[in-house]
């Protein structure tokens, strides 16, 4: 199920809540573990058994290296096993077919591909069980008695299939005691609602555009440009409107996760972009491989290996396909350049340029990362440089921003600080400035709330763009 | 333990949209559940999806959970209602394509055009009846629809390369040679010219070759095509003013309309030719109901109104007009015939009119039994032909 449904947003959720406010206590988690395995086998009646599978395993591991608390060597088995399992059930479910694949082209032995369907949200899950392991072992965190209350953070729902990454340690506290209250309904409930308004009226918008800029026979370069500008929108309204959504519902349920996205499409440079986006994933990947390896404080060599594993790593969880990779090593590329050549001196140029440096390469970046067939890849790249005798400018630009402009005016603006800012003001002048701008925004939110059930309602076009990772 | 943003003091105009947004989610929720289950959408003409069933093997498919979501998007309260504001907001925010429709500068709606996977197959069935009949003469007229003909009158700056006609010289240059082959494009595109630069007033045609709301082409856009295949099998067309035009509809919400559900966008009017002369007798093998006249009234206050020529869809249609000797036609066709038709009678004795989609077995069979059918005409639209189920059945 996904959030931006009518059947999430009219049956599944009023009810869970329902239930969940009503039932007292200890009981909710309880609501909140069948609602979420509910939520889980929706779409994925069989694999809900691997989920299940998985977290069993983890939940384990934490008890025996408890167990072992005197030996290194049985709690690192234990840890080791564990990993092992964890990995092997990822590999397989979301890699066999790209390694075979990789096997029949480099050696003579074809094997047939095992054509296994990718089991939604494993990618998430499994990092977040893996933490769980390895913050055991470190003595991070304790391990958790209650195999039900595990269970309950692994599967619940809210971050089960599109994140955040959230940790054990995080919400360890809360899946015992956690305070619900009245503001954090509402508060929960007003973020929620606008993660679901940038997902349908902006993500959804912009991606239809995408959609017909993609397949475009005859466009000029700026077009070409525009098309992914477009992807790039698409890409982050759908993406930090799902982590609102989940962190809104989070809050309702009295639950703390960590932010996702900090307008990282106001980014300065390469390093600022990947401190704001998907943080719960960049910091996996610090905290799980980068510093276990020896981060920086390893020789020259070393540290460039753990560069290039971290950034291989990180384009590969993206999903099987070889522009993952490279739009991975891309981004590592690029960071290790401004570290070590020109960030010095990027720092210096004006404002407005080093904004627009950042966006062009994360933009360029996500030409890789959209396209997994590579001549579909070098179809589209040759018209961004004009190669097949495109012209640089055609009026066919002002057909597809014309259509669009309202919505590709507020995507680009809203993908900035504005609103906190705006918001910060408003306040700054006093009570009757705040009364009359929450008034505004009541009736805003309301008809554009009512506009995106239309858009449900009218489009089937809701398409989800995680269900690879 | 709660951090920052819940401490925050929340205060009413907090509160208000989001228990205001929670009271109308729970409206709908009543309303969708008090409410009685529609079967059928007018608008859509389509079934609407029913709760689906429940049990193992469905839940285990997944096909309970993607039924009961097609269920509810379905039976969603005031479902046109949500469709209609949707397509005004796009609208009056300057979207000039809405679904794959244009918003034509003059406030017509038309259809795109997409990039057809099936054409090999329609040349590749045209030219086994070609080959299959043994003695007739056949014709092909592939039928442009709006997107070409009109494409004067698509929006500013619309990116859209004339594909149809690009396919129509496909299709012509690859099926047999058996086939003499219609140009009705010119034609079409030559009277869309003359009409939208000096519009006759009091026509009852409107000027229009294809209807502002639907997909199909007008009568008038009809007469045009019927003017085309006189040229090529050599016949003197019968001028239009000598037929009896009468309005018969001024309230037409066609197809096009139908995606869009926005009446800002008006209606069409039909308009239906008669000639003094005609002595029908038109006769549908599967009802054995026989009548008088090409037209059926009844459809006219039903919303497929398109449908009060040649009564909607049979598999095959005989009609006979005592009015003219001898001669004999075999209509091998889509909807788009059923408005060229009765132009035809004042020319052959009989006509065949065939729906492949319906009739089993392959004309060829039927013509080649039939030795005073001297003329078999195949005649399609690019628009829904690539889509059409009927072409299997073309042999």
């Known amino acids: ?469 | 333990m709660s951090n920052n943003s819940d401490k925050k003091k929340i205060g009413i105009l907090d509160r208000i949209p989001v228990y205001l947004i929670c009271v109308v989610t729970l409206c709908f929720i009543i309303v969708f559940f008090v409410s009685e289950k529609k079967t059928f959408s007018q608008n859509e003409n389509r079934k609407l999806a029913q709760m689906p069933e429940f049990n193992f093997e469905k839940i285990k498919s997944g096909d309970f959970t993607s039924g009961f979501e097609t269920f509810v998007a379905d039976q969603f309260p005031a479902r046109d209602a949500f469709m209609r504001l949707m397509a005004e907001v796009e609208r009056i925010t300057g979207r000039k394509e809405i679904n794959d429709i244009y918003l034509a500068k003059d406030g017509s709606l038309i259809e795109r055009y997409k990039y057809p996977k099936n054409t090999a197959k329609q040349i590749d069935q045209f030219s086994k009846l070609a080959v299959n009949v043994e003695n007739a003469r056949c014709m092909l007229m592939m039928v442009p629809t709006a997107v070409s003909v009109y494409s004067d009158l698509l929006p500013e700056n619309a990116n859209d390369p004339d594909l149809q006609q690009q396919i129509i010289s496909d299709i012509y240059s690859a099926s047999s040679d058996k086939l003499q082959k219609i140009d009705v494009s010119t034609r079409l595109k030559d009277e869309a010219k003359k009409t939208v630069s000096e519009p006759l007033t009091e026509d009852i045609t409107g000027n229009r070759l294809f209807y502002r709301t639907d997909h199909h082409w007008t009568t008038y856009g009809a007469y045009i095509g019927y003017e085309a295949f006189c040229e090529a099998a050599g016949l003197t067309p019968i001028p239009l003013s000598e037929y009896t035009g009468e309005i018969v509809s001024e309230n037409f919400k066609g197809t096009i309309y139908s995606k869009l559900n926005d009446p800002y966008f008006g209606a069409d009017r039909i308009v239906s030719y008669s000639y003094p002369d005609w002595k029908l007798s038109v006769e549908y093998s599967d009802t054995e109901e026989v009548t008088d006249t090409p037209y059926n009234k009844e459809y006219l206050s039903e919303k497929d109104q398109y449908s009060y020529f040649l009564n909607n869809i049979h598999p095959l249609i005989t009609i006979t007009n005592d009015a003219v000797q001898d001669g004999a036609i075999a209509l091998v066709k889509d909807s788009y015939a059923n408005s060229i038709v009765p132009f035809l009678l004042a020319h052959y004795h009989t006509v065949y009119v065939f729906d492949t989609r319906y009739y089993k077995g392959g004309p060829s069979k039927f013509i080649n039994e039939h030795p005073e059918i001297s003329d078999v005409l195949i005649l399609y639209n690019m628009n829904t032909i690539d889509n059409d189920t009927g072409i299997g059945g073309i042999f």
């Open chain 1, 1 to 469: 199920m996904v959030f931006s449904s009518l059947t999430f947003l009219f049956f599944f959720l009023p009810a869970f809540l329902i239930l969940y406010y009503v039932i007292p206590g200890r009981a909710k988690n309880f609501v909140l573990l069948i609602f979420s395995l509910l939520f889980y086998a929706w779409g994925e009646p069989i694999y809900i058994l691997l989920m299940l599978f998985s977290s069993f395993v983890d939940y384990t591991d934490g008890r025996l290296q408890e167990r072992f608390a005197s030996s290194l060597v049985k709690k690192r088995v234990c840890l080791v096993i564990a990993l092992l399992i964890n990995f092997s059930l990822l590999g397989y479910f979301k890699y066999a077919d790209f390694s075979v694949g990789i096997w029949n082209a480099l050696t003579p032995f074809d094997v047939k591909l095992p054509g296994v369907a990718l089991p939604v949200g494993i990618s998430f899950y499994t990092f977040q069980t893996v933490s769980y392991s390895i913050d055991v072992y470190k003595g991070r965190i304790k391990a958790e008695k209650n195999y039900l209350d595990y269970l309950t953070y692994v599967s619940m729902f809210p971050q089960l299939i599109a994140g955040p990454i959230v940790r054990f340690s995080t919400v360890q506290q809360e899946i015992h005691s956690r305070e619900i209250s009245e503001s954090g309904f509402v508060s929960g409930m007003k973020r929620f609602i606008l993660g679901l308004l940038r997902k349908v009226l902006i993500a959804n918008q912009i991606g239809a555009l995408w959609d017909t800029i993609r397949v475009a026979d005859g466009i000029s370069i700026v077009t070409a440009w525009l098309g992914l500008l477009c992807f790039t929108l698409q890409l982050y309204y759908d993406f930090s409107a799902y982590s609102d959504m989940a962190i809104g519902l989070g809050q309702m349920l009295g639950f703390h996760f960590p932010e996702n996205f900090i307008y990282p499409l106001s980014s300065v440079s390469v390093t600022d972009f990947w401190r704001r986006w998907h943080v719960s994933l960049s910091t996996w990947f610090r905290d799980y491989v980068y510093i276990p390896l020896g981060g920086n404080r390893v020789g020259m060599v070393k540290h460039f290996r753990n560069i290039f594993v971290v950034w291989f790593l990180t384009g590969l969880w993206h999903g099987a396909s070889w522009n993952f990779v490279l739009w991975g090593l891309y981004h590592g590329t690029l960071l290790t350049l401004e570290k070590f050549i020109w960030g010095k001196w990027l720092k210096k140029l004006p404002m407005a340029l080093q904004h627009l440096y950042a966006i062009i390469i994360v933009i360029f970046g996500f030409g890789i990362f959209t396209f997994d067939n590579l001549s579909e890849m070098g179809t589209y790249f040759v018209k961004l440089i004009g190669i097949p005798g495109n012209p640089l400018f055609g009026t066919e630009f002002w057909w597809y921003t014309g259509n669009y402009l309202p919505v590709l005016l507020a995507a680009i603006v809203l993908s900035f600080p504005v609103y906190p800012a705006f918001v910060k003001k408003v306040e700054g002048a006093g009570t009757t400035a705040v009364n009359v701008v929450k008034t505004v925004g009541t009736v805003l939110m309301a008809g554009l709330f009512i506009l995106a059930i239309s858009s449900l309602v009218k489009d089937t076009y809701n398409p989800f763009l995680y269900f690879r990772f």
